[in-house]
């Protein structure tokens, strides 16, 4: 399984981004598709995850402020980020959760830097 993130760059509080992720590879509509995060110095955190049946979970602090969409035509997950904070600021990872008969395979992107400046 591939997982290949874009959208990353550097914008100002307040603004917005735009991050995908194509997969290839797996069965996608079996697949949980669900972005994290990692700022320096802290531990990676889940931000929001998206089910074959667009079930969707966010983080308390993105709640309101980010919207995560699939395709599963395309293959793609998405992630709207809008009102940008400095504590935003992270690598952002794409990442697959495939149930297998023995439990589950996790995937990861290479990840892509989100730098929201003050």
């Known amino acids: 399984v591939q997982l290949v993130e874009s959208g990353g760059g550097l914008v100002r509080a307040g603004g917005s981004l735009r991050l995908s992720c194509a997969a290839s590879?797996?069965?996608?509509?079996?697949?949980?598709m669900g972005w994290y995060r990692q700022a320096p110095g802290k531990q990676r955190e889940l931000v929001a995850s998206i089910r074959s049946d667009a079930t969707t979970y966010y983080v308390g602090s993105v709640k309101g402020r980010f919207t995560i969409y699939r395709d599963n035509v395309k293959n793609s997950v998405d992630l709207q980020m809008s009102s940008l904070k400095p504590e935003d600021t992270a690598v952002y990872y794409c990442?697959?959760?495939?149930?297998?008969?023995?439990?589950?395979?996790?995937?990861w992107g290479q990840g892509t830097q989100v730098t929201v400046s003050s």
């Open positions: 590879g797996t069965i996608f509509n079996r697949v949980i």
């Open positions: 990442h697959a959760l495939q149930a297998t008969v023995d439990g589950a395979d996790e995937y």
